[in-house]
């Protein structure tokens, strides 16, 4: 079966199996590492990318139901050129990872939490955050990161 994605600005065309899934797809056709496969049951959001502004679990979603004219947002496309997206910034500061498997699908799970209308504070990010683990922190330094980059995207 021939699929095309838009990826991070990119158009990918590419021959494979209508059954390939969308991290699959990510990771061997279009060469971004960033997503992981963690659990391959959508419980554990390593593999959350953006489909147009969405988080999105790349592990339970064929690439072919993607539709052509969507935007797939990995972590690699998240940057401006050197410029950091302010999460990724609020990661850093927070010190919200530690061996960073989780990481890409965190942020990218938070910067959806944006537009989703997400309060703020710790309460509603650690909600919103549910599907989303790390098996490494206490959550304390990633919550505090959501919150901060949050407010740092509504205030901009």
Excluded: W
């Excluded at 494979?16 to 061997?28: G, Q, V």
């Excluded at 927070?94 to 989780?102: I, P, R, S, T, V």
């Excluded at 990010?125 to 304390?140: D, F, I, K, P, S």
């Amino acid at each position: 079966m021939r699929h095309q994605l838009r990826v991070n600005g990119r158009e990918f065309h590419f021959e494979a199996d209508a059954s390939l899934l969308l991290i699959d797809a990510i990771r061997e056709h279009c060469q971004l590492t960033g997503a992981n496969q963690g659990c391959d049951t959508a419980q554990c959001g390593t593999c959350t990318v953006l489909i147009d502004g969405a988080a999105v679990k790349a592990c339970n979603l064929l690439a072919a139901q993607v539709a052509a004219d969507a935007s797939v947002t990995t972590i690699e496309g998240l940057a401006i050129g050197d410029v950091l997206h302010p999460m990724q910034v609020c990661f850093s500061t927070h010190h919200a990872l530690q061996c960073g498997f989780c990481t890409p699908g965190m942020i990218l799970r938070a910067v959806a939490m944006e537009a989703e209308g997400v309060a703020a504070d710790d309460r509603a990010v650690r909600h919103a955050l549910a599907g989303n683990l790390c098996r490494c922190t206490g959550y304390e330094g990633i919550v505090a990161a959501v919150v901060d980059g949050l407010q740092q995207m509504r205030a901009r």
